[in-house]
């Protein structure tokens, strides 16, 4: 993911709207470049800022972003993991039928 798509990602990271391929790629892109560090604590800070402002709750921008990554972060790899246990799951079914089918045919 080059910058340029990055920035173009910060709206929907901030709404929650990417998908897991995008995500793990926006994630990854952040911790290498201090640009779009910069731009997404920005765009963070009036997108979350403002609504905390009005609701007259206290914001810290550093803090909650940090926490707010983390969030993601955790999402993304509990995503991975609903994941992998639904292709273990598939290849324990599918053992199981080529046993139950190669006992079928040969134990006759
Ligand atoms: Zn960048």
Not at 42 to 63: C, H, M, N, S, W
């Amino acid at each position: 993911m080059d910058c340029k798509e990055f920035n173009g990602l910060i709206q929907d990271f901030l709404h929650d709207r990417l998908d897991e391929m995008k995500l793990s790629e926006f994630l990854s892109h952040i911790e290498e470049c201090e640009d779009c560090r910069d731009e997404l604590r920005i765009q963070y800070l009036i997108y979350e800022g403002l609504e905390r402002l009005e609701a007259g709750a206290t914001f810290d921008v550093d803090k909650d972003l940090a926490d707010y990554m983390q969030l993601q972060r955790k999402r993304l790899s509990s995503r991975q993991g609903i994941k992998m246990t639904a292709i273990a799951s598939e290849i324990i079914t599918t053992a199981a039928f080529v046993i139950v089918l190669f006992v079928v045919l040969f134990y006759q």
